[in-house]
């Protein structure tokens, strides 16, 4: 059995979850620690989350670790960094100075299939990952395993493909991650950015809807995208504070690939506090196919607890370590490697 070495860059909570299925992986060793911390640089990668001790050193110095370790693969779990037009393109510079040092990455970063929302990236990125004859794989949940790679091979079993409607969506009650601020839990709906909301969720996750749409050979005339908000109808109280009565408490988008004005494929994501309490808007994880037969509807039910939302991310990534490291040089898609299945 080929073990493969690894370095985790970015210690927050799918870097928890990956530490524990490499530390209790026959298959994964891990060489590496990275994080800007100062909590958790020099101390123990696994010790950190009260796991068992994993032999590595948190550093801040992630190209000394990458030139000391011989690593096989980075592990990119740092924060998305936007720049003033609201692109990616600081997290993607990080990941080329990576594949410049000729080293592998898997990243959840949501620069996703690029070569349909931002050619010029996917470019960059290709190009400089077979130079240095390395590869780039985007991955994680969502954009990734629940949108578009599992979709298209239940898409696989269908006589015909009409259309394909995604759900999914997350209680943010319990969320600790500093992005959550963005969704303006408890602010006033008059006061809210609404359409800088939009645009920044719409770019996150838009991406599955062109892989989608791509992979059954539709050519979208236009991608249209619609965001709900939802007020609290009396005081709710998550773990962050209170949430007032007639403030923001959830939110609901829709991402809709159309072809000669007919939807084919859709993305409904939702996000919101207090699912125990309220249930609109409806988080339903379900794909639905419609298509021969008339309709193929999948529900997944535990895809995202509360006490265990990041691991279904981390291990889209860390499962997909020994297709990426054997597979070609560049820009890889999910889709294209041998079938993803879990280390052992």
């Known amino acids: ?5 690894v370095i985790v860059w970015g210690l927050g909570n799918v870097g928890r979850a990956a530490i524990r299925m490499i530390l209790n992986s026959q298959q994964l060793e891990l060489v590496g620690a990275v994080d800007v911390d100062p909590q958790k640089i020099g101390k123990d990668a696994g010790e950190i989350f009260g796991f068992k001790k994993s032999g590595i050193t948190v550093s ?3 190209d000394e670790t990458i030139k000391a370790v011989q690593a096989d693969v980075v592990l990119d779990y740092t924060p998305l960094v936007r720049d003033e037009k609201g692109g990616f393109t600081p997290s993607a510079q990080d990941i080329l100075h990576v594949l410049q040092l000729k080293q592998n990455l898997i990243t959840t970063l949501p620069i996703y299939f690029s070569q349909a929302t931002d050619p010029q990236m996917f470019r960059q990125i290709d190009e400089t990952a077979k130079k240095n004859n390395v590869s780039y794989l985007p991955s994680g ?3 990734g395993a629940y949108a578009s790679y599992l979709p298209v091979i239940l898409a696989g079993i269908m006589g015909e493909v009409q259309q394909i409607t995604v759900q999914s969506g997350e209680d943010d009650q319990e969320n600790t991650s500093s992005w959550v601020k963005v969704f303006g839990y408890g602010m006033d709906p008059e006061k809210f950015p609404h359409e800088r909301l939009t645009q920044g969720i719409v770019s996150y996750y838009v991406s599955g809807v062109y892989e989608i749409g791509q992979r059954l050979g539709y050519k979208f005339d236009e991608v249209k995208t619609k965001h709900d908000y939802f007020t609290a109808p009396k005081d709710l109280h998550p773990k962050f504070g209170i949430v007032k009565k007639g403030t923001i408490y959830g939110h609901r988008f829709t991402m809709t690939g159309l072809v000669d004005g007919q939807a084919k494929v859709s993305l409904i994501y ?13 988080i339903d994880n379900k794909i639905q196919i419609d298509g021969i037969p008339t309709k193929l509807d999948i529900t997944i039910n535990g895809m995202m607890p509360l006490d265990e939302s990041y691991a279904t991310s981390a291990a889209p990534t860390v499962n997909a370590i020994p297709q990426v490291v054997t597979g070609p040089a560049g820009y890889l898609q999910a889709l294209d490697l041998p079938a993803i299945t879990p280390v052992i």
């Open 141 to 143: 949940l969502l954009p």
């Open 60 to 62: 801040d110095q992630l």
């Open 1 to 5: 059995m080929k073990k493969y070495r």
């Open 270 to 282: 939702v996000h919101k506090i207090c699912d125990n309490v309220l249930k609109e808007p409806q």
